[in-house]
T-cell receptor, first 116, second 110 residues
Framework: DGGITQSPKYLFRKEGQNVTLSCEQNLNHDAMYWYRQDPGQGLRLIYY???????QKGDIAEGYSVSREKKESFPLTVTSAQKNPTAFYLCASSISSRQDSNQPQHFGDGTRLSIL | QKEVEQDPGPLSVPEGAIVSLNCTYS??????FMWYRQYSRKGPELLMY????GNKEDGRFTAQVDKSSKYISLFIRDSQPSDSATYLCAPGDGNNRLAFGKGNQVVVIP
């Protein structure tokens, strides 16, 4: 089945530790995204990538880093610089990276990150 | 003013009722409009997707867009307990960027 796989489902981080969240898609989509979801707030964009080896900061990129070495994969690292990392992290992808494209984004089932 | 405003609810309705959800936005650059359904502890699932003003129907779901008023609606007919979820409206600006509302929580009571 085609889809977006996020792992792990739950993740715990100690103070001062970096952690990496995995996102893999087999939809052959060009664009991939990372969002953060907090209770009572809408999804906020962290980073996005429209093509391999290229990515752009979203609205709340501070304390996060990403890489896009393969079309299928877009891992997110939550660094120790992110002071409030507890949240539900969602990865999404869309079929086209063209700037005049209006393709819908499809989501994985998220990773819930908590601080120990 | 936030880009996208939704009343978070919760909205409780009896099974079989019509659910009416609304969303307003402020950015005139938004060109296309999506509704997502999100169950607890799951990712959002695309429900409806439309470009233009007017109505779009898909089974029990109707999405309505009024670009002149910057107003988006979602109607669910013959609501079922399985429709209990949070509904997110997400307008987009044509550059593959979406803006999300906080979501409307819906509870359908059997």
């Amino acid at each position: 089945d085609g889809g977006i796989t996020q792992s792990p489902k739950y993740l715990f981080r100690k103070e001062g530790q970096n952690v990496t969240l995995s996102c893999e898609q087999n939809l052959n989509h060009d664009a991939m995204y990372w969002y953060r979801q907090d209770p009572g707030q809408g999804l906020r964009l962290i980073y996005y990538s429209q093509i391999v080896n290229d990515f752009q900061k979203g609205d709340i990129a501070e304390g996060y880093s990403v890489s896009r070495e393969k079309k299928e994969s877009f891992p997110l690292t939550v660094t120790s610089a992110q002071k409030n990392p507890t949240a539900f992290y969602l990865c999404a992808s869309s079929i086209s990276s063209r700037q005049d494209s209006n393709q819908p984004q499809h989501f994985g089932d998220g990773t819930r990150l908590s601080i120990l | 003013q936030k880009e996208v405003e939704q009343d978070p609810g919760p909205l409780s309705v009896p099974e079989g009722a019509i659910v009416s959800l609304n969303c307003t936005y402020s950015n005139s650059a938004f060109q296309y409009f999506m509704w997502y359904r999100q169950y607890s502890r799951k990712g959002p699932e695309l429900l409806m997707y439309t470009y233009s003003s007017g109505n779009k129907e898909d089974g029990r779901f109707t999405a309505q867009v009024d670009k002149s008023s910057k107003y988006i609606s979602l109607f669910i007919r013959d609501s079922q307990p399985s429709d209990s979820a949070t509904y997110l409206c997400a307008p987009g600006d044509g550059n593959n960027r979406l803006a999300f509302g906080k979501g409307n929580q819906v509870v359908v009571i059997p």
